[in-house]
């Protein structure tokens, strides 16, 4: 089956600095690369995602990319802000588009952002 | 839009007691996904439905743990006996597609 691994699990960035957390995967015929942020009491939300046709996806402050090749996908979050403090998952699918889905995820990273 | 609703929120049980879990998903996700998520780690898949049907439940320890579906809606998750070990948080997901939408999980102590 598939492993994601996941590094590193704690990262204390300082407000207004970038932020790079990193996962390998096992399954090249994984596809789809989501990343959750959750905070403490919360169930995981979805943040950004990519798809194995991309190398790169922004959305804002939020970038993800992607190497098929080496099995490694990043998330990177620039300017951060405190309200980015959480702990964050990837995580990797074979799956289809029609719902069927079966996630992988990493350990997680808890980032906490320093004022 | 209402998100995936659980309930309870959390709950405390001593070993070899028996617990049961609810979920509903947001309205018109025909897919249904149980997660346990053990402290400091990241959620693992127990059981998926499509609709009624059961799609994938290879994770799930069948002599203890059961789940249902009823009417491609609602769905429960159910320990019986519960073990120390399974002290977690059960999270219940859905999706329409591709993204997969998180309730807020239900905290479960064994004593």
């Known amino acids: 089956g598939e492993n994601v691994e996941q590094h590193p699990s704690t990262l204390s960035v300082q407000e207004g600095d970038s932020a790079v957390i990193k996962c390998t995967y096992s399954d090249s015929a994984s596809n789809y690369f989501p990343w959750y942020k959750q905070e403490l009491g919360k169930g995981p939300q979805l943040i950004i995602d990519?798809?194995?046709?991309?190398g790169e996806k922004k959305d804002q402050r939020i970038a993800v990319t992607l190497n098929k090749t080496a099995k490694h996908f990043s998330l990177h979050i620039t300017e951060t802000q405190p309200e980015d403090s959480a702990v964050y998952f990837c995580a990797a699918s074979r799956g289809t588009n029609f719902g069927n889905e079966k996630l992988t995820f990493g350990t997680g990273t808890r980032l906490t952002i320093i004022p | 839009e209402a998100g995936v609703a659980q309930s309870p929120r959390y709950k405390i049980i001593e070993k070899r007691q028996s617990v049961a879990f609810w979920c509903n998903p947001i309205s018109g996700h025909a897919t249904l996904y149980w997660y346990q998520q053990i402290l400091g780690q990241g959620p693992k898949l127990l059981i998926q439905?499509?609709?009624?049907?059961?799609?994938?439940d290879s994770q799930l320890p069948k002599d203890r743990f059961s789940a249902e579906r009823l009417k491609g809606v609602d769905s429960t998750l159910k320990i019986q006996p519960a073990k120390l070990e399974d002290s977690a948080v059960y999270l219940c997901a859905s999706s329409l597609v591709r993204e997969q939408f998180f309730g807020p999980g239900t905290r479960l102590t064994v004593l």
């Open positions: 990519i798809r194995s046709n991309v």
């Open positions: 439905f499509q609709n009624n049907g059961v799609v994938d």
